[in-house]
Each structure stands twice: as C-alpha cells, then as structure tokens.
DNA sequence: TCCCAGGCTCTCT
DNA sequence: AGAGAGCATGGG
C-alpha cells in the first residue's frame, strides 16, 4: 500500500485490504452513497469526501497531505494490518467470510454519530434509517460543502419531542432525545470511553434510555474503537445458527468486531 | 394487504 | 431470568 499526494489528491495505491465499497456500504455508515461506478461520496464529522476505486488504485478527492493525516488515516482505520488479522483466523468458515469481505475496514467515526445512528437502526430497515438520519442532518445540522453535518448533541439536546417530528422516527424520538441530554450535560462522557475497558465502557452506554446491548456493542466497534465488540443483530443470530450451528468462539476474541462485519456482509449478500 | 426491519422497554410469569 | 407484547413508520 503506497500512498502519494498530488493535485491535492490523496492516491492510495495497491491498497492491502481496502474496498471503499465493502467498507461504505456494510451497513457501519449510513451517510455515504455510490453517485456513480466506483464513486463514492459521503460525511464524516464535518467533512465531506468524494472517494474512488479503480483497478489498483483510490483517490480521495480535495484531501491534501494534511487532511489525510489529521483525520482520513485514522477514519479508514489504515494504520492497522487487516492482512495479519485474517491470515490468524483458524476457523474455516470463519476464514471463508473473511476473505469474502476482506476489503471491511471498520470506519473509526464520530461516537456521538454513531451512537445516535444506531439508537436510530433499532427495528428499522436500512433505507429507511438513512432517510431519517437525512432528515436529522438537513433540519439541525451545520451546513457544510456538498450538504449537512450531522448535528451535535447540544443541538439536539435543546430540543423537543415535537422539534423531531419531521424526523418521522417514531418511537425512536425520545431514545435520540435522552441520548443527547446525556452526552450534552456531560453526564457521559463519550470520548472517555475509548480508552476504558469495553465492559466498562458498555456500561456506560446502557445507562441511555433505548440503548440495549446491540446498540451498545455498534457504539462500541464503530465509534471508539473498541474491536472486540460483537454486536449480536437478527442477520449475525441467524449467521452463527447457519454457518456455525450457533456458536462461536472467535465472539470473544481480540477483533471479534472485525469478523462480526465479515461475518454480516457475507450472510448478508449470500442471502443466508 | 401483509410482514418485517442491524431492538428496546415494560410487564407478566 | 425468561418470554411476549407493544412500539412508529414505511419498504418490499
């Protein structure tokens, strides 16, 4: 993997172990979209980035030396060797998966994000979510290049119920709300917890009002970092039945979260 | 129309 | 401590 700046461009050249669209569209992010063949285009934080794969090659568009550094580097996880961690796996199902979705990286992206995303997952389907995080970053958040940041928890923490009704969210309304109170007044303290124990940090989670284990365990992966989180959803309970007659040891391990994704893209684009 | 969606809370045993 | 209903909304 070689990496040059040109142009302002960003070129990540034989990239090891890094499919932008595998990684954007594995069901981590719910702001990023295919605009054309290989183009992808989305929000992370306050930023707004284009990104292409071709052949051998990725292109982060308008993303100088400085910003891939500062932020892109560690967004896309690129410092650590996804290639070592599945050359580890034994288990040969497990290793089927892997290689199947051996271009997951797991995004490092914005706790405050992620958790709200997923409070907003919770017995939802995955368009539907979008059109509703859409709505959130339209309606309260900042407007940036290209579109909307998401909204910060003080934003959303000085509204209403009622203020989130163009959200159409449902029930998930007051799940979003009490959240945003939390981590706006302090009382959780999101970026404290990358660097606790995950238990300790899971904990810390399950105080929000709408916050269960699998939304815990997706903050926990997805947004502080913490990879041996295995968030247990419908698509992985039925995986584990179907491929591993229920049981899995590797849950427990160190990057359980990174075969948890490629565990849920392969169950989920084979249809299992 | 109906079933169900990357679940969680509440209630009842 | 385990099972089941109810939840808002809309995609397929």
Redesign the pocket.
Known sequence: MNIYFENNNTYIVSPDCFSIAATLD???AFRWEEIESGVWAGFANDKYLKIEQTDNKIILYDVSEKDFYDFWENYFDLKRDYTSIIQKIENEKLKTAALFGKGIRILRQDPWETLCS??I?????????K?IINRLCENFGEKIFGGYAFPTAEKIAALTADDL?V?????????ILDAAKKVASGEIDLSSLITIPTEKAREEL?K???????????VL??GLGHLNA???????KRALIEMFGGELAETESKFAGVY??YI??YA?ENKI
């Not at 997952?121 to 979510?129: E, L, V, Y």
């Not at 295995?230 to 992985?236: A, L, Y």
């Open positions: 594995c069901g981590q997923f409070i997952s919770q017995n939802n389907n995955i368009p539907r979510i059109g009704a959200l159409r969210s449902g029930f998930r309304a007051k799940y399950l929000i009002y709408g916050v269960g284990n699998k939304v815990a365990d997706c992966l997805f295995f968030p247990k959803d419908v698509w992985i948890q994704q849920f893209y989920r």
